[in-house]
């Protein structure tokens, strides 16, 4: 079955930074990519999602590329404000599935 | 308001103690799914559903059971429920199960087992 490997498991960056955050998946057979935050007592919000015909996807601040070679794909947040601080999750699906397999999760925290 | 409600948000039980977590949505989609949280393991499948009567197992099933008799409502039951079982569960809902659609994510339900 899919495997995700997200790294790092924590982050922390000074606002205005740039956050980088890494995963990789096993099945070359997934082809959809979703990012999730999670805010403290909160459930997972989806924030960007890429499919496999696609390399890089954007949206404001937030972007995620995929490498379907190499099996990763990362996010990244460019300019971070303390508002971004909170755990971000990857995970891979399979085609015509809606099951998701997700990363440990990274805690990343923006200091004013 | 588009919203996934789960209930009750937090619940501190004994061992043994048969249990319903609820969990209800307003979109009028067809999948729904329960994830419990554990710490450094991410989000894992508890079970899921396609449709109406329409339910399958995910990747941590043991000790949990669900139902969905309608299509707002997928609860997820603990018959007997046991320490290990102490996490944070989330329900979530999509429009389709044909195609990965985004999944959408109640605010998530601590039980403690005791």
């Known amino acids: 079955g899919e495997n995700v490997e997200q790294h790092p498991s924590t982050l922390s960056v000074q606002e205005g930074d740039s956050a980088v955050i890494k995963c990789t998946y096993s099945?070359?057979?997934?082809?959809?990519f979703p990012w999730y935050k999670q805010e403290l007592g909160k459930g997972p919000q989806l924030i960007i999602d890429?499919?496999?015909?696609?390399g890089e996807k954007k949206d404001q601040r937030i972007a995620v590329t995929l490498n379907k070679t190499a099996k990763h794909f990362s996010l990244h947040i460019t300019e971070t404000q303390p508002e971004d601080s909170a755990v971000y999750f990857c995970?891979?699906?399979?085609?015509?599935?809606?099951?998701?397999?997700f990363g440990t999760g990274t805690r990343l925290l923006v200091s004013p | 308001e588009a919203q996934v409600t789960q209930n009750p948000r937090y619940l501190i039980t004994v061992t043994g103690k048969k249990l319903t977590v609820t969990c209800s949505q307003n979109?009028?989609?067809?999948?729904m799914s329960w994830y419990r949280q554990d710490p450094g393991l991410g989000l894992r499948q508890i079970y899921y559903?396609?449709?109406?009567?329409?339910?399958d197992k995910g990747d941590v099933p043991e000790g949990y059971k669900v139902s969905r008799k309608e299509k707002r409502n997928f609860p997820l039951i603990l018959e007997s429920p046991s320490p290990n079982q102490t996490s944070l569960y989330f329900c979530?809902?999509?429009?389709?199960?044909?195609?990965?659609?985004?999944?959408?994510f109640g605010d998530g339900t601590r039980l403690s087992i005791l």
């Open positions: 099945d070359s057979a997934s082809n959809y």
């Open positions: 979530a809902s999509s429009f389709s199960y044909r195609e990965n659609q985004p999944q959408h």
């Open positions: 559903s396609m449709n109406v009567e329409v339910t």
């Open positions: 979109m009028n989609h067809e999948y």
């Open positions: 995970a891979a699906s399979y085609p015509g599935f809606q099951k998701l397999v």
């Open positions: 890429i499919r496999s015909n696609v």
